[in-house]
């Protein structure tokens, strides 16, 4: 909200209507940059979690394995809609593409999980453009074991390819049991960072991370305005249901 109001941001010039989308009154329209709607979806979306594997209060602690994944492909990054990406390397991906390439990533698990924006700014020297977005995936997975995950990570890697040469396309971990309410707050977080890349002498690239400023803030929102959370939000086995059960609750908000 802050930054439609600031004097800087150029997107809109009645940014008041833009701010009203944003209200506690709006969160049944299930926005995603809506606060309210963010808040109601991820605790009834962990509520669904928490009965899944058995974590009940006041300790909130799972009685099965809870593991915590991370999916980054460079394919998935999407260029502004103003940008000239004749002759570009990689062509961008529609929404529907992107959230089809996590989701196959996991089949055959038990998961519940969202989309993440991470946003690029000052890349003319990297992309040619002066920003982008790279979306990435969390999500939260159970009903199996480290082995596995190794296994399945090892053989999926080839198929994820991560934006940085140091970083992996899959991430993966077990959650300790006290932490799994503030990992699943973490998946479905609204982003807080703005990234910006720099070039070695040896031509690789480092990336630097920083609180989004309200500039990009509202670039950000202008790019996912008209995305809702289910739009944003995956799911495969039992995940499925908690999911069904959160947009049955969200009609009552």
């Known amino acids: 909200m802050e930054g439609l109001r600031g004097y800087h941001q150029r997107e809109y010039t009645k940014p008041e209507r833009e701010v009203r989308r944003l209200r506690r009154s ?26 899944c594997v058995g974590a009940c209060a006041p300790n909130w602690e799972p009685r099965v394995p809870v593991f915590f994944i991370t999916l ?3 394919g998935q990054i999407v260029y502004p809609t103003d940008a000239n ?26 998961y519940i ?11 003319q020297k990297v992309e040619c453009v002066s920003r982008f977005i790279l979306w990435h ?74 609180p989004i400023n309200g500039v990009n803030a509202v670039r950000l929102y202008a790019t996912m305005r008209n995305l809702t959370l289910p739009e944003l939000t995956f799911a495969g086995g039992a995940g499925r249901q908690i999911i069904r059960r959160t947009l ?6």
């Open 26 to 51: 709006r969160a049944g329209e299930l926005g995603a940059h809506n606060p309210y709607a963010r808040e109601f979806w991820m605790r009834s979306m962990g509520a669904g979690l928490c009965r």
């Open 113 to 123: 999980g969202m989309l993440d924006p991470a946003l690029y700014v000052s890349t």
């Open 137 to 210: 995936a969390h999500a939260l997975v159970w009903n199996t074991s480290a082995a596995a995950l190794d296994q399945w990570a090892s053989e999926a890697r080839w198929s994820m390819r991560a934006y940085l040469p140091y970083a992996s396309g899959i991430d993966w971990r077990p959650i300790r049991p006290p932490d799994l309410r503030q990992l699943i707050w973490y998946t479905g977080k609204t982003p807080r960072q703005q990234y910006q890349l720099w070039r070695r002498e040896k031509g690789s690239l480092q990336q630097y991370a920083r």
């Open 85 to 110: 990406t004749e002759g570009f390397r990689r062509s961008t991906p529609h929404f529907p593409d992107i959230h089809r390439t996590y989701r196959r990533a996991l089949r055959g698990f038990d």
């Open 248 to 253: 049955r609750r969200a009609s009552a908000w």
């Open 72 to 74: 980054i492909d460079e």
